[in-house]
């Protein structure tokens, strides 16, 4: 049996790629050529191991199951793809009661065992069982089979996948990029030791650019601070429309899952029904661009989430903020008078008077006509009604957390996957730094936290709520020891503790401290450097990061500023002049042959 799922071989009405049809493959994308794309990938590279390697019994049916489950494994996406899935439903839907969450694998298998009931395809129930496993990577429904096999759609071993260079080649090239990424080269470089699929140790330099591609692709584009701020947007659209359009519920049934697609935002805005005003008027601050600011960004440690994920929320920057509120209150306010204030009060008198007069100029009937209020009583303006002195809410605040990695969390992908060699290519063995490379960064995990404000007229009060509440968080234990164990000289104590390289508290004086500042130190002799922080962090130690013993650093040894150089710090010679030139000055009257302006011929 022959098996071509080539993109060019088969034909598909246009109504798929219009979105007007109720396809099932019509739900994964607005274009469904992508998933096509992941099977002739899939088929390409299982046969090409079977052609290689003929000794390891791959059969037809192998080939069809893993070019299926390249075509179905993203059936299970809602609309906007992971902004449903990994955002809408755990809060519509929350945990099962055994603590498990719902993923889109699931979604896919009841999509794939609706696809063959109703279409009555020639699938036996061995080879349905034997496809869900390779979407989900790994064998529990189907026993028997190749190990192997489940590398290749979805490789749970190093994360090496055509998933990945699908999805790769494709953003990259939508946003305006070159691909290094040659997926050809990988699949002839393929070969199966030990029932773990090997690539040739040539290409490792190959391998190690596809997961620092994935890396910056979810840090520049799916993680960029506007794509997460529309992100939250349409979570909040889709919260305030479930009572009317039960997304939620749809998951289960695959015939009302099948119509779930991204024309749900259409919906949302067609229909009149009042109970979607909510969500209507956020799809109109969405088109307006009218979309949370972003506050503060800090770039951290993978540790820091674990410790202040439930201690920095937006119900305590809400609470701080009333805090805040009431201090400056306190401390800011003038004297009232009856409880109104002096100033409002005689802007209120000036204008009635203007009022009076422009009464009297248009009269009262044409003043009703314009809708003008002819009322000469103006409320009094009590103090702390003004949008910037009102406290802020939870529902004013975003805090976000995004956990970028090279696809392996904090370990190095690289020491997952296995190589070989011309000279010994039936053994598989691991890179090594002295034939791959050593420039690797010494941490594959990191974690930004983002503070997002839903009106832009408050950016400065949640700023400000925000950076108090920062202040007062705890340090992890590796960046206390290391702050215990560094000397600091008593010129840096009232800058900070530049013996812990992640020393995150804040001197009530000042702004708080973050990692990113403490480049940013005074320099000797009082001066500064005038160079405003940013998210990159350049002060680290060659020891490594918290959990390591710190170098301590030299209180001479300021950033930005230079020591002298033993070379250049003496004071120079003079130049003495050249031969000629003195020659040139007896001859002009000067027997030393120094220059005398007097003394020279005109």
Same mark, same amino acid.
């Given at each position: 049996m022959s098996v071509s799922l080539a993109p060019? #071989? $088969?034909? $598909?009405?246009? +109504?798929?790629?219009?979105? +007007? +049809? +109720? /396809?099932? @493959?019509?739900?994964? @994308?607005? #274009?469904?050529?992508w998933d096509i794309r992941t099977a002739h990938l899939a088929q390409r590279l299982v046969e090409h191991i079977r052609d290689q390697q003929p000794e390891l019994g791959i059969n037809d049916r192998d080939v069809l199951c893993v070019t299926i489950a390249g075509l179905c494994h993203d059936l299970g996406h809602g609309p906007l793809s992971h902004v449903f899935d990994d955002h809408f439903i755990p809060i519509a839907r929350g945990k099962r009661p055994d603590g498990t969450q719902w993923c889109h694998e699931e979604a896919s298998e009841m999509m794939l065992d609706a696809l063959v009931k109703e279409n009555n395809i020639a699938l036996s129930e061995d080879c349905v069982d034997f496809i869900k496993d390779l979407i989900r990577g790994e064998p529990r429904l189907s026993t028997g089979e190749k190990k192997f096999l489940f590398q290749i759609v979805a490789n749970k071993k190093n994360g090496i996948d055509v998933d990945k260079w699908d999805y790769i080649a494709r953003d990259t090239r939508a946003v305006g990029e070159t691909c290094t990424l040659v997926a050809s080269r990988l699949i002839h470089a393929a070969r199966v030791i030990d029932d773990t699929i090997c690539y040739d140790w040539k290409d490792a330099q190959s391998i190690y650019?596809? @997961?620092?591609s994935r890396y910056s692709l979810h840090k520049r584009v799916y993680n960029h601070k506007t794509t997460r701020a529309i992100g939250y947007m349409i979570v909040d659209a889709l919260l305030a429309a479930e009572p009317v359009l039960h997304l939620a519920e749809a998951i289960d049934d695959p015939q009302k899952y099948l119509h779930v697609t991204d024309s749900v935002i259409e919906d949302i805005e067609r229909r009149d029904d009042p109970r979607l005003a909510k969500s209507k008027q956020i799809m109109r601050d969405l088109r307006a661009r009218r979309i949370p600011k972003r506050v503060e960004e800090k770039c951290l440690p993978t540790e820091y989430k674990a410790l202040w994920k439930t201690l920095l929320t937006p119900q305590a920057i809400a609470e701080m903020s009333a805090k805040l509120c009431k201090e400056k209150q306190a401390l800011n306010r003038p004297t009232l008078l009856g409880g109104v204030d002096t100033v409002t009060e005689e802007i209120d008198l000036s204008e009635n008077i203007a009022r009076d007069s422009f009464q009297e100029d248009l009269g009262p009937t044409l003043l009703s006509v314009l809708g003008v209020s002819t009322s000469r009583s103006r409320s009094p303006t009590v103090l702390g009604t003004t949008l910037e002195e009102e406290p802020l809410a939870e529902e004013d605040v975003i805090i976000d957390w995004a956990v970028l990695h090279y696809g392996m969390k904090e370990k190095d992908p690289l020491e997952n996957v296995d190589f070989w060699s011309k000279l010994h290519p039936n053994k598989k063995q691991q890179t090594r730094p002295d034939t791959s490379g050593v420039l690797r960064p010494e941490r594959f995990q990191e974690v930004i936290l983002r503070c997002y404000a839903k009106d832009e007229r408050r950016v400065c009060q949640v700023q400000e709520a925000f950076r108090a509440v920062l202040s007062t968080l705890p340090q992890p234990e590796s960046a206390e020891e290391a702050e215990e164990d560094t000397p600091v000289s008593s010129q840096q104590s009232d800058v900070v503790m530049v013996g812990s390289k992640w020393n995150i508290t804040s001197d009530l /004086?000042?702004?708080?401290?973050?990692?990113?500042m403490d480049q940013f130190r005074s320099l000797p002799g009082g001066e500064s450097t005038n160079v405003s922080p940013s998210v990159s962090i350049s002060n680290l130690s060659p020891s490594g990061w918290p959990g390591s013993r710190p170098r301590a650093r030299s209180t001479s040894m300021a950033p930005f500023a230079r020591e002298p150089n033993p070379f250049t710090s003496a004071k120079p010679t003079p130049r003495q002049p050249s031969a000629s030139k003195k020659r040139a000055r007896v001859a002009d009257g000067d027997e030393n042959g120094s220059p005398d302006r007097k003394r020279r011929a005109t």
């Open positions: 060019a #071989d $088969i034909e $598909i009405p246009n +109504s798929y790629y219009e979105g +007007s +049809s +109720s /396809s099932y @493959f019509n739900r994964c @994308f607005k #274009d469904p050529v650019e596809l @997961f620092y /004086s000042g702004p708080p401290r973050t990692p990113v």
